[in-house]
């Protein structure tokens, strides 16, 4: 038998207020949360936070499942600046990814944006279906989003706003994903710069870190971090503090934006295809030297031609190339 809705809340802690939010690197940005207080002016009204993300999940008997990676969102300011990092405004066009109880959808909504919101829990989806019923902005698929048409849908979505110009407009992507289908999720809609202008996703701190902020010469930088600069400029934002968040994971999250590039502003490659599979083979076996982890491309006396044309040293290894350099070799290498 389900617990019931008290008996639910009394196990949980209280989300600590105010809440700290933190910029990475050596200049901090603290965002103060305060409730209003007399004389000050109200809150936006329907906000999310513990009780109602609490209820909304004990009406349809619902816990978060561990195998969808649910991390309900508890805190409404968090999704404010979440959406203000997207710039979301009215009339914009937003996939959200994992909407649960609709607490960043409420928000995007409020903006005045329209939603499609892909949700593979069928419960969630209903629940936050039957929330937004009455705004008429807001489209739920019930899908897993790495397998879902997200163009397709998208496309149609454009195509049913009648006041919006489908060859001119691009939507936006603003989600609080599942730690455990970023990766995924970022190589889907990277490459997607022809129908989305900006990805920005609240995702584990340490892979936000490592996306937006990996250096050269790290093992921390890695063919991901090739795959994300060739698609976009990625900016690391925000953290949020794991207290932020039912069930409360084991690590911090943090906010990253991805402006995506325009398909003619990609890197000039013969074929990406070829190029980042050239990328993976070399990262495959990352401490060898480029000359000897690529000799199925090529001849190692090749390869060290090659690095010595783009000033680099024959004896490279894949963590010491940028991505300028790694298209230059692969134009050089690969013969198509």
Do not use: W
Request: aromatic share 6%; glycine share 4%.
């Amino acid at each position: 038998m389900l617990p019931s809705s008290l008996s639910y809340l009394q196990t949980l802690p209280p989300i600590p207020h105010p809440e700290q939010v933190s910029k990475a690197g050596i200049r901090r940005r603290t965002l103060r949360i305060a409730c209003a207080g007399k004389g000050s002016k109200a809150a936006r009204p329907a906000t999310d936070d513990y009780h109602s993300t609490l209820r909304a999940l004990n009406s349809k008997g619902r816990f978060p499942r561990k195998s969808l990676g649910q991390h309900y969102m508890l805190n409404s300011e968090i999704n404010d600046h979440l959406a203000a990092a997207a710039g979301v405004g009215e009339g914009d066009v937003v996939l959200e990814i994992g909407p649960g109880t609709g607490s960043l959808t409420n928000v995007l909504l409020n903006s005045g944006a329209f939603v499609l919101a892909v949700e593979k829990d069928k419960h969630m989806a209903t629940l936050v279906s039957e929330r937004f019923s009455s705004t008429g902005k807001l489209k739920v698929l019930t899908e897993d989003i790495v397998k879902c048409h997200v163009r397709s849908h998208v496309s149609s979505l454009f195509e049913s706003i009648t006041e919006m110009d489908p060859e001119t407009k691009k939507a936006k992507v603003v989600a609080n994903i599942p730690f455990n289908i970023s990766t995924d999720v970022i190589k889907l809609l990277l490459p997607m710069g022809d129908i989305f202008s900006e990805v920005v996703l609240l995702l584990q701190d340490e892979t936000a870190l490592r996306l937006a902020e990996s250096s050269l010469r790290t093992s921390e930088y890695r063919p991901i971090n090739i795959f994300v600069n060739f698609y976009s400029d990625p900016e690391y934002k925000f953290k949020v503090p794991r207290t932020n968040f039912f069930p409360q994971p084991n690590v911090d999250a943090a906010v990253v934006s991805f402006k995506l590039k325009q398909p003619k502003d990609y890197p000039e490659v013969s074929s990406r295809k070829s190029f980042f599979s050239m990328v993976n083979s070399a990262f495959n076996e990352k401490r060898k030297m480029l000359r000897k982890s690529l000799q199925h491309i090529c001849t190692s006396v090749e390869i060290e031609e090659a690095l010595r044309s783009i000033s680099l040293l024959p004896t490279s290894r894949p963590e010491e190339l940028t991505l300028d350099d790694f298209v230059k070799l692969h134009n050089l290498i690969v013969k198509e």
